[in-house]
Nanobody
Framework: QVQLVESGGGSVQAGGSLRLSCVRS????????MAWFRQAPGKEREAVAS???????RYADSVKGRFTISKDDAKKNLYLEMNSLKPEDTAMYYC????????????????????WGQGTQVTVSS
């Protein structure tokens, strides 16, 4: 079993930055495909960025050049550095995990991920 706990969300003005963190814990200490998803009110959950899922780190087109996903294997932490934030980035952000090397999850249904955190809210005002 894997537990994921996100932190770092908050309220910022457009153009600002936030850094989200996700701590992974649990019995299985192996590597995982890790990803950040987000869900805005009235919209479907969408993948934002992924690492160790396919053959390369991937980003949604809407965040390319602004967001950076990274991880610290020793601490089992996942991060999402978000710069140049826009009001349309407002959403609940979720950390998720799936078996390592599961493939490109960016265009797959979120159900492809096996484990989810509780989410952290990001609000960007104009």
């Amino acid at each position: 079993q894997v537990q994921l706990v996100e932190s770092g969300g908050g309220s910022v003005q457009a153009g600002g930055s936030l850094r989200l963190s996700c701590v992974r814990s649990g019995y299985n200490t192996g590597r995982y495909c890790m990803a950040w998803f987000r869900q805005a009110p009235g919209k479907e959950r969408e993948a934002v960025a992924s690492i160790d899922c396919g053959d390369t780190t991937r980003y949604a087109d809407s965040v390319k050049g602004r967001f950076t996903i990274s991880k610290d294997d020793a601490k089992k932490n996942l991060y999402l550095e978000m710069n140049s934030l826009k009001p349309e980035d407002t959403a609940m952000y979720y950390c998720a995990a799936a078996p390592y090397g599961v493939g490109d999850i960016m265009s797959e249904h979120p159900d492809v991920m096996n484990y989810w955190g509780q989410g952290t809210q990001v609000t960007v005002s104009s």
